[in-house]
T-cell receptor, first 114, second 112 residues
């Protein structure tokens, strides 16, 4: 079974530019989550999709962040325009619909904004 | 106050040693508790769930004290391969399982 895959693995952009991160969850997983770890801080929740619907987006830091999951398969997270404080590792995770199904994380995208 | 607090370590122990990690959480309504392991520059991976009665998985034992809002992880007979960062994780009140709150992690290095 293929795991959660994220692309790119690394991205270096300048302040003010736009970056789009992609996540392919495990096939058949209805739940998809985005998390972020800023350097020196703990991993923090950003948002949660159930299929194509946003279940909870209360962790999104501001309106420069836009997440989509059209068709309920892969998801994208766009940052526009990027700021220095957006640097960090962005993790995607997916899980099955059943309650208490464990989360499977992708390898993450390391974003550096200069 | 942070949702989950952990001693960041680092813990440096010889092979074969027993090591214990502790964690406290602030939300008394949390219902699910976990220990995750994260290797350097890798993704977090579920090590074990933590149940109220305590549970064991091989060399790993997890304990939960709801009254004190305290979680522990005990590793016996440490191996070199146990070197990693251990993350204490809980879910929040009323939230889906997926909205997890992570501690900063406790770094463990096992030396030969």
């Amino acid at each position: 079974e293929a795991g959660v895959t994220q692309f790119p693995s690394h991205s270096v952009i300048e302040k003010g530019q736009t970056v789009t991160l992609r996540c392919d969850p495990i096939s058949g997983h209805d739940n998809l989550y985005w998390y972020r770890r800023v350097m020196g801080k703990e991993i923090k929740f950003l948002l949660h999709f159930v299929k194509e619907s946003k279940q909870d987006e209360s962790g999104m830091p501001n309106n420069r962040f836009l997440a989509e999951r059209t068709g309920g398969t892969y998801s994208t997270l766009k940052v526009q325009p990027a700021e220095l404080e957006d640097s960090g590792v962005y993790f995607c995770a997916s899980s099955q619909r059943q309650k208490n199904s464990p989360l499977h994380f992708g390898n993450g995208t390391r974003l550096t904004v200069t | 106050r942070k949702e989950v607090e952990q001693d960041p370590g680092p813990f440096n122990v010889p092979e074969g040693a027993t090591v214990a990690f502790n964690c406290t959480y602030s939300n008394s309504a949390s219902q699910s508790f976990f220990w995750y392991r994260q290797d350097c520059r890798k993704e977090p991976k579920l090590l074990m769930s933590v149940y109220s009665s305590g549970n064991e998985d091989g060399r790993f034992t997890a304990q939960l004290n709801r009254a004190s809002q305290y979680i522990s992880l005990l590793i016996r007979d440490s191996k070199l391969s146990d070197s990693a960062t251990y993350l204490c994780v809980v879910n929040g009140r009323g939230s889906t399982l997926g909205r997890l709150y992570f501690g900063r992690g406790t770094q463990l290095t096992v030396w030969p």
